[in-house]
């Protein structure tokens, strides 16, 4: 499978699907070469032109470039990072060398991951804090076309789901929760199933599938959308994570770095053409194909996932309430293996001085 060449025909979390399937079931396997491991903060320290010292800093995304991130770019483009002291380096995606190989042996000091995923990394070992919960919404969902019928959860019983690989979790749940008898079809890198017909159900994140699928000549309103979220599913998304090592040696860098990229994202949802620009810029830099339609939709989707109605500002706040539920929901499913107390999994930035 050639993973980067196929981002024109296919969706982002179809691949990242893949990949973080074979990232946590086949981390004993060979490894690819991964950051330098000497290139750790603090040690060199490079001087600005105003004598400032900045700290060496280095983050780890899970994916290639594209306006999900665009917080990151932004924050490096305008010198925001640098502002706060830090000199950022946005590691590059290698789908060969998993999230847990570039945590554990301390290739990055910071990482974006999902919940899901640093409670599996958590209960294998690696000592990973939250110190920042961005997203406070699950973008996944999953989508009907109105012709077939399913317009409520019971419409899907008997059905056939198209659901990514590794990422049949929260659909099985969904499904034993509400006693529906739905087949699972997994699939990798195409939409062209539910397109055609062959399924019934298609999996998708709010922020890419959905409109990979509208692109596609289907009108929003001959879908059905059914997000996880609304149904008791809310698995939570983009967390900051670093070493609990690094929180206690350095709580100073953790809090600004949080502090950093909260002003960046800011930047990046009140100048959308402008972090179009940049996004674009970074994605070709690394030779990824991208569209700025696409994009955009992106952004402006994802400030609804960071920053939902009736706010000012993203949160960051990572409610216990969430994490329970999330971790049960694992527990009952034997996702991990031991519970982690909430008060050794999250650590707000706010509170590291």
């Not at 590691?91 to 847990?100: C, K």
Request: glycine residues 8%.
């Amino acid at each position: 499978m050639t993973i980067g060449l196929q981002y024109n025909t296919c969706s982002r979390s179809c691949i990242i699907a893949i990949f973080l399937y074979l990232a946590f079931t086949m981390g004993g396997c060979r490894q690819g070469k991964g950051p330098d491991p000497d290139a750790g903060i603090g040690e060199n320290p490079v001087s600005t032109n105003n004598g400032r010292d900045l700290r060496k800093v280095r983050f780890l995304p899970y994916w290639v470039p594209s306006a999900q991130f665009s917080g990151y770019y932004v924050g490096v483009e305008k010198g925001i990072f640098r502002k706060h002291g830090i000199d950022l380096e946005i590691l590059s995606f290698d789908p060969m060398v998993p999230a847990e190989t570039v945590i554990r042996d301390k290739q990055t000091d910071f990482a974006v991951l999902w919940m899901v995923n640093a409670l599996e990394l958590k209960s294998k070992g690696l000592d990973i804090i939250n110190i920042a919960q961005l997203s406070t919404r699950s973008s996944l969902m999953l989508i009907t076309k109105t012709s077939s019928g399913i317009s409520r959860l019971e419409d899907m019983n008997g059905k056939r789901a198209g659901i990514w690989i590794g990422y049949e979790r929260q659909p099985r749940t969904l499904f034993g929760k509400y006693n529906l008898d739905v087949e699972i079809v997994t699939i990798g890198s195409t939409n062209n199933l539910f397109l055609q017909d062959g399924v019934d159900i298609l999996n998708a994140n709010w922020f890419d599938e959905y409109h990979s699928i509208i692109n596609n000549g289907i009108n929003e309103d001959e879908l059905n959308r059914f997000f996880f979220a609304d149904y008791g599913l809310n698995f939570l998304e983009d967390g900051i994570y670093c070493l609990d090592e690094l929180v206690k040696s350095d709580p100073g860098l953790c809090h600004d770095f949080v502090t950093a990229l909260l002003e960046s994202w800011n930047y990046a949802f009140e100048h959308q053409e402008e972090t179009i620009d940049i996004v674009v810029k970074y994605a070709h830099s690394k030779n990824q194909p991208v569209n700025r339609p696409h994009q955009r939709w992106m952004l402006s989707h994802y400030k609804t996932l960071y920053i939902p109605a009736g706010r000012q500002s993203i949160n960051t706040i990572l409610s216990k309430a969430d994490y329970n539920s999330i971790l049960t929901i694992m527990m009952e499913n034997d996702c991990i293996e031991k519970t982690t107390p909430f008060e050794l999994f999250y650590q707000p930035y706010n509170k590291l001085k």
